[in-house]
């Protein structure tokens, strides 16, 4: 699983000193990573919590954007950083600066 894997690496490179910038797709929104009790080993929530990765959302606006897609109320892409200070974190309008159903968004 692909999470399992950027666990191992975001790790390494935190053992190393490297600074992250991670930007994915994670295909589920924060409240899919949770359940009655913590969250869902190997979400995209696991993840954060178990690398320490800073979400830019929660970190500047104190909750992740209502949507990250064309979908309303979909925020399913996720923006983390480890060691990397955050200026603004913002979002572009739709289909700037592609054609696409994800939002841009800028760190």
């Given at each position: ?73 979909r925020p399913i892409d996720w ?10 974190v913002g979002q ?16």
């Open positions: 699983e692909i999470v399992r894997y950027l666990e191992a690496k975001i790790t390494a490179w935190q053992q190393r000193g490297d600074s992250i910038l991670l930007c994915g797709d994670g295909n589920e929104t924060p409240s899919e990573c949770n359940l009655k009790v913590g969250v869902r080993k190997f979400s995209m929530s696991w993840l954060f919590e178990a690398t320490g990765l800073q979400d830019v959302f929660r970190t500047v606006h104190s909750a992740p954007p209502q949507t990250t897609t064309t979908t309303s109320r923006i983390g950083v480890w060691r990397v200070p955050i200026l603004r572009f309008e739709e289909c700037f600066p592609a054609l696409s159903d994800h939002l841009g968004f800028f760190v």
